[in-house]
């Protein structure tokens, strides 16, 4: 087993690193010998590295002195403007003493769900690489709203694995790594060092041992490996309080657990389809359809669409369900909810005649798909 996270770790090339609030900042604020540390070991990494951090609330708290975690939107924007300064300051001084350069890069949802946008944020980070800059990249807090959040930042860092085709995700936590059971409960619970299957009895394992401080807790951690498995990129979690670990993992002793998982790989374009666009409306398709789909890998025509919900234009993405309502497919539509709404249940040579323009026979077509 331990040849397979050796042969993982050594091969890749472009790895994403995700550093936790709780790694580097605790109620008083950013801890800067923390982050002096990992700068450190990150230095010595001889791959491509960039870097996915959180800590711009927590950093804001310390500066503004402030005992309890904001609630309301605005205090958090508010918070997290003061706080990424801070907190980039922070990285600016380690790093400098090991003779690397870092750069800020702020995100929101909806920069990376726009292909335009998308390509543009690839195209910056790609140029930081080349100039050997290390890219720190938060969420862009001050701005952003529910609707067009990440959510947390393990869901930012697989998006950022998406954009950069990286090819390992490291979530540095402070915790060991995924147990058998809740260490907080259970003495005899034991870290597990490899997993190759993400099962359904290991979702529920992380969901029991979700920490309070931070975000995403363990469950949204195993949710990014899988995502990450579904691109064919290994994860692994670590605890980043403990000097020395990212040193360790990177010559392959058995710290953290580690997801060598991977087995089902969705092309980049799908991945991006599946996780990163946000869904805005749902179709409900017939038997007849889905069979299509599921069974021929056939492109959804509008005669299998029995109802549509939400309000979508063309090229967004939507889901669809059979009538159970159970998800079976998301993709980007080739016509608007208001169009669809008018030709559904259609045979596809009477879009013309019905619209006054027809931009193809399929609603979404197979290669704008994914099977959920
Ligand atoms: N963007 C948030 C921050 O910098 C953190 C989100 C998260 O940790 O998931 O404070």
Redesign the pocket.
């Known amino acids: 087993m331990d040849n397979i996270r050796k042969e993982l770790i050594d091969s890749s090339e472009r790895v994403v690193i995700k550093i936790?609030?709780t790694v580097l900042a605790s109620r008083q604020g950013i801890n800067q010998m923390m982050i002096d540390s990992l700068a450190e070991e990150i230095s010595g990494i001889k791959k491509e590295v960039v870097i996915v951090?959180?800590?711009?609330?927590?950093a804001g708290m310390g500066r503004l002195s402030l005992k309890d975690r904001p609630k309301e939107i605005r205090l958090k924007q508010a918070v997290?403007a003061v706080?990424?300064s801070r907190l980039m300051w922070a990285y600016e001084k380690s790093f400098e003493t090991y003779g690397k350069k870092v750069a800020q890069v702020l995100l929101t949802r909806e920069d990376l769900s726009d292909r335009r946008r998308y390509l543009y944020a690839k195209n910056t980070l790609e140029t930081l690489i080349e100039f050997g800059v290390i890219p720190v990249i938060?969420?862009n807090?001050t701005v952003a709203v529910d609707e067009i959040r990440f959510g947390?930042?393990?869901t930012l860092a697989v998006m950022v694995t998406n954009l950069l085709q990286a090819d390992l995700l490291l979530i540095l936590s402070d915790v060991d790594g995924l147990c058998t059971s809740d260490p907080r409960s259970d003495s005899n619970a034991k870290l597990i060092d490899i997993i190759t299957d993400i099962t359904p009895q290991i979702e529920r394992i992380a969901g029991e041992s979700s920490t309070i401080e931070?975000?995403?807790g363990m469950f949204s951690k195993v949710q990014a490996a899988k995502k990450a498995a579904q691109m064919g990129v290994a994860t692994a979690i670590i605890n980043g309080t403990r000097p020395g670990s990212l040193r360790d993992f990177f010559e392959s002793r058995e710290v953290g657990t580690f997801f060598a998982t991977g087995k089902d790989r969705l092309s980049l374009r799908k991945h991006w389809i599946a996780y990163t666009l946000k869904s805005k409306g749902t179709l409900t398709i017939d038997e007849g359809a889905k069979r299509a789909i599921l069974k021929g890998g056939k492109s959804l025509l509008p005669s299998g669409i029995t109802s549509i919900e939400g309000k979508f234009g063309v090229g967004d993405a939507v889901s669809c369900q059979d009538e159970s309502r159970k998800k079976i497919v998301k993709g980007i539509v080739n016509y608007s909810s208001e169009d669809l709404n008018k030709i559904k249940g259609m045979k596809s040579s009477e879009i013309e005649k019905t619209l006054g323009y027809k931009y193809d026979d399929e609603v979404i077509h197979r290669d704008n798909m994914v099977i959920l």
Do not use: F, K, L
């Open positions: 936790g609030s951090s959180s800590g711009a609330i927590a997290a706080g990424q938060n969420e807090d947390d930042n393990d931070g975000t995403g």
